[in-house]
């Protein structure tokens, strides 16, 4: 615990002095340095997640370190079910799983990249109402049991969808009978 708490500080850290034009990544990034970030931006912590989105938004500032920043987001699978936004979350997670692919650590870090995204996927459902929330969490855990299984969130049927949509069908209607009353 106290080596990634390390290794997340380290890359806060740069993140940080990148961001205030204080330094800037090192020209001969080493394998070393590309990995600490790589974990620093793969962990499932919230802390984690805006690390790698702040390297996303500012992908220049980390060019030496030739991360593959390539998506096709949810991949197959719809990147807004019902209306949820898992777009940011599939390419996080596409993101861990090319970067690892890459540096032939993949299948080391592969259980650890789809409890990530199952975490990022939950953060998102956490910020829709609470009718509709239950609904949002069945399709995220769907997702994770698509990554986790096939290593795609491809394999999501659309039976899963649909049984989703019933479930925020529902919601809705009893919330809405319920203000009435």
Same mark, same amino acid.
């Given at each position: 615990?106290?080596?990634?708490? +390390?290794?997340?500080?380290?890359?806060?850290?740069?993140?940080?002095?990148?961001?205030?034009?204080? $330094?800037?990544?090192? @020209?001969?990034?080493?394998?070393?340095?590309?990995?600490?970030?790589?974990?620093?931006?793969?962990?499932?912590? @919230?802390?984690?997640? #805006?690390?790698?989105? +702040?390297?996303?938004?500012?992908?220049? /500032?980390?060019?030496?370190?030739?991360?593959?920043?390539?998506?096709?987001?949810?991949?197959?699978?719809?990147? #807004?079910?019902?209306?949820?936004?898992?777009?940011?979350?599939?390419?996080?997670?596409?993101?861990?799983?090319? #970067?690892?692919? +890459?540096?032939?650590?993949?299948?080391?870090?592969?259980?650890?990249?789809?409890?990530?995204?199952?975490?990022?996927?939950?953060?998102?459902?956490?910020?829709?109402?609470?009718?509709?929330?239950?609904?949002?969490?069945?399709? +995220?855990?769907?997702?994770?049991?698509?990554?986790?299984?096939?290593?795609?969130? /491809? @394999?999501?049927?659309?039976?899963?969808?649909?049984?989703? /949509?019933?479930?925020?069908?529902? $919601?809705?209607?009893? /919330?809405?009978?319920?203000?009435?009353?």
């Amino acid at each position: 615990m106290s080596r990634r708490l +390390a290794t997340l500080l380290a890359s806060l850290t740069v993140t940080l002095l990148v961001a205030l034009g204080l $330094a800037s990544p090192a @020209a001969a990034v080493t394998r070393e340095q590309k990995l600490s970030v790589l974990s620093s931006w793969t962990q499932t912590s @919230a802390t984690s997640y #805006n690390a790698w989105n +702040a390297g996303r938004l500012n992908k220049a /500032a980390w060019s030496e370190y030739a991360f593959d920043w390539s998506t096709d987001y949810c991949s197959s699978s719809p990147d #807004n079910p019902l209306g949820f936004n898992f777009t940011l979350s599939c390419y996080r997670h596409d993101f861990g799983y090319r #970067n690892y692919k +890459a540096m032939g650590l993949f299948s080391s870090n592969k259980a650890r990249l789809d409890s990530a995204f199952y975490e990022d996927l939950k953060r998102v459902c956490a910020t829709y109402s609470s009718v509709v929330r239950p609904a949002c969490y069945s399709l +995220a855990w769907t997702y994770y049991q698509a990554v986790s299984v096939f290593g795609s969130v /491809a @394999a999501v049927q659309q039976s899963d969808i649909d049984r989703a /949509a019933r479930m925020k069908a529902d $919601a809705e209607r009893r /919330a809405r009978t319920t203000s009435r009353t």
